[in-house]
């Protein structure tokens, strides 16, 4: 008999977590609308909405562009995730929105670098804020929202 060297996957599979799979497939859509960008003049465009329970009157979103919205549930919590294209400024604005509608900052990931988080509590709801300084979409700031 020879020694030949084996494989076993069954102990070494790891789940990926819904969070880190929905985070690869916005990436993957915003690359794929970044790529395809300026192909064809006339091409019709896909309109994205917020999903119809997002709560709107609740939860403030920077202007811009809305490039992505959908909604997930994970052990009972929906969770929605949206991502609007704004301003260079927008991920300070939809800070300064969430404030100005009441929120309360519950930690900040700093003013500065290639990636910045922030997230809030208000109105029922937990809110985190994100931006992406080099990603595929300038100026993307993306919202994580679910019930507190």
Known sequence: MTDR???SFGSARR???PAVASLLAVAGLLLGT??????TKDAP????TLPATFPKGDVPLVDGNLIDAGERSQGGVTVFNVTVQAKPEGY???KKKLVAAGYTALGDGGA????RSAQ???KGYIVTVSSVQAGAVPDAVFYAVSKA
């Open 5 to 7: 060297p084996t494989t």
């Open 15 to 17: 789940r990926v977590g």
């Open 34 to 39: 970044a790529a395809c960008k300026g192909d």
């Open 45 to 48: 465009t896909a309109t994205v």
């Open 92 to 94: 300070d604005e939809a």
């Open 112 to 115: 500065g670098g290639a990636s």
């Open 120 to 122: 809030f509590s208000g």
